[in-house]
């Protein structure tokens, strides 16, 4: 979550650095398509494209793609992680078709120190990126999918959003594109960019309220979960607890037991 949470404030911080503020809508907690309890941790939108990104909480240390894992540091300091996102970016991309899907691999330090990256052996998996050389490069193509006009922007970040928010609790029937050309008009200089923001908002208000739902009760499960688990743990210690105090009083009776036993003359001792 502590990474999830940096990239949270990066992603703020950068957009609006980069201008794209109007124009980028960011969805967390996605469902991730296969494994039950897997997520993808965000998606940005803009237009036509969707960048997902998978944020890593990991230690300060050089980190580079090994066939299918990542790999960190060198020697006996090496760290290996697999990871299921490269999948999952190929299955949200052939679902999302014909929406530009791209992807990253976000890496935060968890330690003092630098992450270094190395994506010479990447192949097909998403790029690994140090959060603290920015996001820029990312950013620029999401913005290469600016359309020209304003309602030619709203069709496709509306068609985007709703396919981003229908894998937001599981993947549900894909949303198809209308097929009637929408009325274009231009966009004029000086035009107020937030009302933009507003309109798409509002085309898309019952998908971008149910994110509010998940999310809330995705939380509401996960607290579920976490009390069940540390009542069964609570009833393990006190299980322990009776075996090791039942365990202590059967060997206090025995040292009695053989006491009063050493007192008697052997042809009355009694068996334990």
């Not at 970040?157 to 949303?175: A, H, K, N, Y």
């Amino acid at each position: 979550m502590i990474g999830e949470q940096l990239s949270g404030d990066i992603f703020l911080r950068e957009i609006e650095r980069a201008g794209l503020a109007p124009y980028v809508q960011i969805v967390h907690g996605l469902k991730y398509p296969g494994p039950v309890h897997a997520d993808i941790d965000h998606a940005l939108v803009c237009a036509n494209r969707v960048l997902l990104v998978d944020s890593k909480y990991w230690q300060a240390m050089h980190w580079r793609w090994f066939g299918d894992a990542m790999i960190g540091g060198a020697g006996q300091n090496q760290q290996v992680r697999d990871s299921g996102f490269t999948h999952g970016v190929a299955v949200v991309r052939q679902m999302f078709h014909p929406i530009e899907v791209g992807a990253a691999v976000l890496l935060h330090p968890s330690s003092p120190g630098t992450i270094t990256v190395d994506n010479s052996m990447a192949g097909t998996h998403p790029p690994l990126v140090a959060a603290s050389e920015g996001i820029a490069p990312l950013l620029d193509w999401l913005r290469g999918a600016l359309p020209p006009t304003q309602d030619e922007y709203r069709r496709l970040q509306s068609q985007s959003m709703r396919m981003v928010l229908s894998i937001t609790d599981g993947f549900t029937e894909p949303f198809v594109a209308s097929t009637a050309a929408p009325a274009i008009t231009p966009v004029v200089p000086g035009v107020d960019q937030p009302s933009i923001v507003r309109s798409t908002l509002r085309s898309t208000g019952s998908e971008a309220a149910n994110i509010g739902r998940w999310y809330l009760n995705r939380r509401r499960r996960k607290h579920a979960d976490f009390q069940q688990k540390a009542s069964l743990a609570d009833a393990r210690r006190q299980q322990r607890h009776a075996t090791l105090m039942q365990r202590r009083q059967e060997q206090v009776l025995r040292m009695q037991h053989d006491e009063l036993n050493s007192q008697r003359p052997v042809r009355k001792r009694k068996m334990w």
